[in-house]
Protein backbone atom coordinates (compact mmCIF):
# COMPACT_ATOMS: atom_id res chain seq x y z
CA UNK A 1 0.00 0.00 0.00
CA UNK A 2 1.47 3.33 -1.00
CA UNK A 3 -0.01 6.56 1.15
CA UNK A 4 0.37 10.08 0.49
CA UNK A 5 1.31 12.00 3.78
CA UNK A 6 2.27 15.73 4.95
CA UNK A 7 1.72 18.62 6.38
CA UNK A 8 2.23 22.25 6.33
CA UNK A 9 2.44 25.25 9.15
CA UNK A 10 2.06 28.47 8.22
CA UNK A 11 3.48 30.99 11.39
CA UNK A 12 4.77 34.47 11.96
CA UNK A 13 7.03 35.92 14.00
CA UNK A 14 8.66 39.68 15.50
CA UNK A 15 12.20 38.22 14.84
CA UNK A 16 14.19 35.40 13.96
CA UNK A 17 13.10 31.99 15.68
CA UNK A 18 15.24 28.94 15.84
CA UNK A 19 12.94 25.73 15.72
CA UNK A 20 12.95 21.88 15.75
CA UNK A 21 10.35 19.64 13.56
CA UNK A 22 9.34 16.67 13.38
CA UNK A 23 7.55 15.10 10.57
CA UNK A 24 8.99 12.79 8.66
CA UNK A 25 8.86 9.67 9.11
CA UNK A 26 11.02 7.11 10.15
CA UNK A 27 12.91 4.96 7.26
CA UNK A 28 12.68 0.86 8.24
CA UNK A 29 11.37 -2.22 6.83
CA UNK A 30 7.82 -2.00 7.57
CA UNK A 31 7.67 1.62 5.98
CA UNK A 32 9.50 2.68 2.81
CA UNK A 33 9.79 6.15 1.74
CA UNK A 34 9.59 6.36 -2.24
CA UNK A 35 9.69 10.06 -2.60
CA UNK A 36 9.76 13.02 -0.51
CA UNK A 37 10.23 16.93 -0.85
CA UNK A 38 10.15 19.60 1.51
CA UNK A 39 9.97 23.23 1.09
CA UNK A 40 9.81 26.85 3.37
CA UNK A 41 8.87 30.11 2.02
CA UNK A 42 11.13 31.94 2.66
CA UNK A 43 13.84 29.62 1.94
CA UNK A 44 15.90 28.77 4.47
CA UNK A 45 18.92 26.31 5.52
CA UNK A 46 17.21 22.82 7.20
CA UNK A 47 19.64 20.71 8.60
CA UNK A 48 18.92 17.27 9.33
CA UNK A 49 19.81 15.09 12.39
CA UNK A 50 18.72 11.85 14.18
CA UNK A 51 18.21 12.22 18.10
CA UNK A 52 18.68 10.06 20.99
CA UNK A 53 15.82 8.33 20.23
CA UNK A 54 16.27 7.64 16.23
CA UNK A 55 14.00 9.86 15.09
CA UNK A 56 14.72 12.65 11.92
CA UNK A 57 14.45 16.01 12.76
CA UNK A 58 14.97 19.24 11.11
CA UNK A 59 16.60 22.20 12.81
CA UNK A 60 16.20 25.88 11.21
CA UNK A 61 16.03 29.65 11.82
CA UNK A 62 12.56 30.44 10.83
CA UNK A 63 12.70 34.48 10.13
CA UNK A 64 10.95 37.31 10.85
CA UNK A 65 7.35 37.97 9.46
CA UNK A 66 5.52 35.01 7.99
CA UNK A 67 6.78 31.49 7.20
CA UNK A 68 5.73 28.79 5.80
CA UNK A 69 6.93 25.04 5.72
CA UNK A 70 5.57 22.27 3.75
CA UNK A 71 6.52 18.42 3.83
CA UNK A 72 5.17 15.87 1.41
CA UNK A 73 5.75 12.34 0.93
CA UNK A 74 4.51 8.95 -0.44
CA UNK A 75 5.40 5.96 1.81
CA UNK A 76 4.79 2.02 0.79
CA UNK A 77 3.38 0.37 4.09
CA UNK A 78 2.02 -2.86 4.43
CA UNK A 79 -1.97 -2.83 3.30
CA UNK A 80 -2.51 -5.31 6.90
CA UNK A 81 -4.58 -4.05 9.64
CA UNK A 82 -2.08 -3.91 13.38
CA UNK A 83 -0.88 -7.02 13.90
CA UNK A 84 -2.77 -9.20 17.03
CA UNK A 85 -0.94 -11.90 18.82
CA UNK A 86 -3.11 -12.78 21.92
CA UNK A 87 -0.77 -15.52 23.15
CA UNK A 88 2.09 -13.38 23.44
CA UNK A 89 3.57 -13.33 26.62
CA UNK A 90 5.29 -10.30 27.98
CA UNK A 91 8.92 -10.06 29.12
CA UNK A 92 10.38 -10.29 32.13
CA UNK A 93 11.58 -7.22 34.01
CA UNK A 94 15.06 -9.10 33.93
CA UNK A 95 14.81 -10.25 30.06
CA UNK A 96 13.79 -6.56 28.95
CA UNK A 97 16.84 -5.74 26.86
CA UNK A 98 19.21 -2.73 28.58
CA UNK A 99 17.97 -0.14 25.67
CA UNK A 100 14.68 -1.02 26.30
CA UNK A 101 14.79 0.24 29.57
CA UNK A 102 14.28 3.43 29.36
CA UNK A 103 10.58 2.71 28.34
CA UNK A 104 9.95 1.19 32.13
CA UNK A 105 10.46 4.38 33.83
CA UNK A 106 8.18 7.10 34.64
CA UNK A 107 9.01 10.81 32.80
CA UNK A 108 8.01 14.50 32.45
CA UNK A 109 4.62 13.65 30.96
CA UNK A 110 3.93 9.80 32.42
CA UNK A 111 4.36 9.48 36.49
CA UNK A 112 4.21 5.58 35.99
CA UNK A 113 5.50 5.46 39.85
CA UNK A 114 1.91 7.45 40.75
CA UNK A 115 0.41 4.49 39.11
CA UNK A 116 1.33 1.55 40.54
CA UNK A 117 -1.23 0.83 43.19
CA UNK A 118 -3.70 1.73 40.43
CA UNK A 119 -2.73 0.10 37.77
CA UNK A 120 -2.00 -3.34 40.05
CA UNK A 121 -5.78 -2.91 41.40
CA UNK A 122 -6.95 -2.84 38.22
CA UNK A 123 -5.05 -5.27 35.66
CA UNK A 124 -3.08 -7.19 38.38
CA UNK A 125 -5.06 -10.07 37.81
CA UNK A 126 -5.24 -10.46 33.84
CA UNK A 127 -2.86 -13.29 32.11
CA UNK A 128 0.86 -11.59 32.01
CA UNK A 129 0.73 -11.38 28.35
CA UNK A 130 -0.64 -9.42 25.34
CA UNK A 131 -4.27 -9.76 27.21
CA UNK A 132 -3.03 -7.38 29.72
CA UNK A 133 -2.20 -4.50 27.09
CA UNK A 134 -5.33 -5.26 25.59
CA UNK A 135 -7.22 -4.55 28.92
CA UNK A 136 -5.54 -1.64 30.19
CA UNK A 137 -6.70 -0.39 25.96
CA UNK A 138 -9.64 -1.01 26.48
CA UNK A 139 -10.21 0.34 30.74
CA UNK A 140 -8.82 3.66 29.22
CA UNK A 141 -10.98 3.51 25.69
CA UNK A 142 -14.36 3.27 28.00
CA UNK A 143 -13.03 5.34 31.08
CA UNK A 144 -11.48 8.46 29.15
CA UNK A 145 -13.75 10.73 26.61
CA UNK A 146 -12.56 11.99 23.51
CA UNK A 147 -13.19 15.36 23.41
CA UNK A 148 -11.22 17.82 20.76
CA UNK A 149 -9.80 21.22 22.31
CA UNK A 150 -10.00 19.76 25.67
CA UNK A 151 -6.39 19.26 26.37
CA UNK A 152 -2.87 21.05 26.25
CA UNK A 153 0.54 20.40 25.71
CA UNK A 154 0.55 20.62 29.92
CA UNK A 155 -1.73 17.65 30.50
CA UNK A 156 0.18 14.73 31.59
CA UNK A 157 -0.68 11.01 32.27
CA UNK A 158 -2.26 11.70 35.60
CA UNK A 159 -4.23 14.76 34.85
CA UNK A 160 -6.20 12.08 32.32
CA UNK A 161 -6.56 9.75 34.95
CA UNK A 162 -8.20 12.26 37.17
CA UNK A 163 -9.95 14.38 34.39
CA UNK A 164 -10.96 11.50 32.47
CA UNK A 165 -10.75 13.35 28.94
CA UNK A 166 -8.78 14.25 26.08
CA UNK A 167 -7.27 13.62 22.79
CA UNK A 168 -5.64 10.89 20.87
CA UNK A 169 -2.41 12.26 22.57
CA UNK A 170 -3.48 11.79 26.15
CA UNK A 171 -4.78 8.39 25.49
CA UNK A 172 -1.21 7.24 24.53
CA UNK A 173 -0.19 9.16 28.06
CA UNK A 174 -2.25 7.35 30.27
CA UNK A 175 -2.16 3.85 28.68
CA UNK A 176 1.74 3.98 28.51
CA UNK A 177 2.00 5.18 31.91
CA UNK A 178 -0.34 2.28 32.95
CA UNK A 179 1.87 -0.15 31.06
CA UNK A 180 5.15 1.62 32.59
CA UNK A 181 3.26 0.79 36.05
CA UNK A 182 2.86 -2.90 35.37
CA UNK A 183 7.20 -3.35 33.97
CA UNK A 184 6.07 -3.69 30.53
CA UNK A 185 8.33 -1.25 28.15
CA UNK A 186 6.02 1.13 26.31
CA UNK A 187 7.15 3.74 24.18
CA UNK A 188 4.85 6.99 23.14
CA UNK A 189 4.64 6.78 19.39
CA UNK A 190 3.37 9.24 16.95
CA UNK A 191 3.15 9.76 13.20
CA UNK A 192 0.03 10.03 10.23
CA UNK A 193 -2.99 7.68 10.40
CA UNK A 194 -5.11 7.66 7.13
CA UNK A 195 -9.40 6.69 7.63
CA UNK A 196 -8.58 3.27 5.42
CA UNK A 197 -11.66 0.94 6.33
CA UNK A 198 -13.28 3.80 8.91
CA UNK A 199 -15.73 6.16 8.69
CA UNK A 200 -13.82 9.68 8.32
CA UNK A 201 -14.46 11.75 11.06
CA UNK A 202 -16.09 15.04 11.14
CA UNK A 203 -13.09 16.93 12.01
CA UNK A 204 -10.00 18.46 10.17
CA UNK A 205 -6.91 15.27 9.93
CA UNK A 206 -4.23 15.96 12.53
CA UNK A 207 -1.46 13.90 13.57
CA UNK A 208 -2.05 10.83 15.68
CA UNK A 209 -0.78 9.73 18.93
CA UNK A 210 -0.47 5.85 20.01
CA UNK A 211 1.63 3.62 21.94
CA UNK A 212 4.15 0.88 21.28
CA UNK A 213 4.40 -2.14 24.08
CA UNK A 214 7.33 -4.54 24.12
CA UNK A 215 5.38 -8.17 24.23
CA UNK A 216 6.78 -11.50 23.34
CA UNK A 217 10.17 -9.66 22.13
CA UNK A 218 9.14 -7.32 20.00
CA UNK A 219 7.02 -3.94 19.75
CA UNK A 220 3.60 -4.12 18.59
CA UNK A 221 1.31 -1.26 18.46
CA UNK A 222 -1.64 -0.03 20.51
CA UNK A 223 -4.39 2.64 20.13
CA UNK A 224 -6.36 3.05 22.77
CA UNK A 225 -8.06 5.98 21.62
CA UNK A 226 -9.22 3.95 18.82
CA UNK A 227 -8.73 0.06 20.68
CA UNK A 228 -9.08 -1.28 17.46
CA UNK A 229 -7.00 -2.39 14.42
CA UNK A 230 -6.12 0.08 11.76
CA UNK A 231 -4.95 0.02 8.49
CA UNK A 232 -1.65 2.48 6.95
CA UNK A 233 0.09 3.86 10.66
CA UNK A 234 2.74 5.78 9.39
CA UNK A 235 6.09 6.55 12.30
CA UNK A 236 7.25 9.50 12.41
CA UNK A 237 9.15 9.17 16.04
CA UNK A 238 9.27 7.39 18.96
CA UNK A 239 10.18 8.46 22.64
CA UNK A 240 9.31 8.48 26.46
CA UNK A 241 6.42 11.05 25.71
CA UNK A 242 4.98 13.92 24.01
CA UNK A 243 8.44 16.04 24.60
CA UNK A 244 10.01 13.99 22.90
CA UNK A 245 8.06 13.59 19.52
CA UNK A 246 6.70 17.27 19.35
CA UNK A 247 6.11 17.94 16.00
CA UNK A 248 7.48 21.55 16.19
CA UNK A 249 9.45 23.10 19.28
CA UNK A 250 10.07 27.27 19.28
CA UNK A 251 12.76 28.87 21.03
CA UNK A 252 11.07 32.33 21.14
CA UNK A 253 7.60 33.88 20.44
CA UNK A 254 5.85 32.76 17.68
CA UNK A 255 2.34 32.25 16.27
CA UNK A 256 0.83 29.23 14.46
CA UNK A 257 -1.61 31.11 11.77
CA UNK A 258 -2.32 27.51 10.43
CA UNK A 259 -1.76 23.99 10.13
CA UNK A 260 -3.21 21.22 7.51
CA UNK A 261 -2.45 17.35 7.56
CA UNK A 262 -2.83 14.33 5.21
CA UNK A 263 -2.49 11.07 4.83
CA UNK A 264 -4.07 9.56 2.01
CA UNK A 265 -4.03 5.93 0.15
CA UNK A 266 -2.99 6.03 -3.72
CA UNK A 267 -5.36 4.03 -5.18
CA UNK A 268 -3.18 3.14 -8.63
CA UNK A 269 0.44 2.15 -8.46
CA UNK A 270 1.49 4.94 -11.47
CA UNK A 271 0.08 7.44 -9.95
CA UNK A 272 2.10 6.64 -6.33
CA UNK A 273 5.75 6.36 -9.13
CA UNK A 274 4.76 8.86 -11.12
CA UNK A 275 7.09 11.58 -11.77
CA UNK A 276 8.73 13.74 -8.77
CA UNK A 277 8.54 16.97 -10.75
CA UNK A 278 4.96 16.68 -11.34
CA UNK A 279 4.28 15.40 -7.38
CA UNK A 280 6.15 18.74 -6.61
CA UNK A 281 4.55 21.25 -9.44
CA UNK A 282 1.24 19.79 -7.12
CA UNK A 283 2.16 20.97 -4.09
CA UNK A 284 3.58 23.96 -4.77
CA UNK A 285 0.26 24.73 -6.62
CA UNK A 286 -1.49 23.82 -3.30
CA UNK A 287 0.88 25.99 -1.26
CA UNK A 288 0.55 28.71 -3.08
Not at 100 to 117: A, E, G, K, N
Not at 126 to 150: F, K, L, N
Not at 260 to 269: K, L
Request: proline share 7%; glycine share 6%; net charge negative.
Amino acid sequence: MRLRVGCEFTYSAEGPVPMLMLVRPQPGPDQRIEYESRWTEPQVSVVDYVDSFGNTCWRFTAPAGAFRIRYDALVAVSGAPDEVVPDAPLVGIADVPDAMLVYTLPSRFIQSDLLVPVAWELFGATEPSWARVQAICDWVHSQVSYRTGSSDPSVTAMDVFQRRVGVCRDFALLATGLCRAMNIPARYTFGYLPDIGVEPPDIPMDFHAWFEAYVGGQWYSFDARHNVPRVGRVVVGHGRDAVDVAMATQYAATCLNGMSVWADEVEHASEAMGDADELEAASRSQRQ
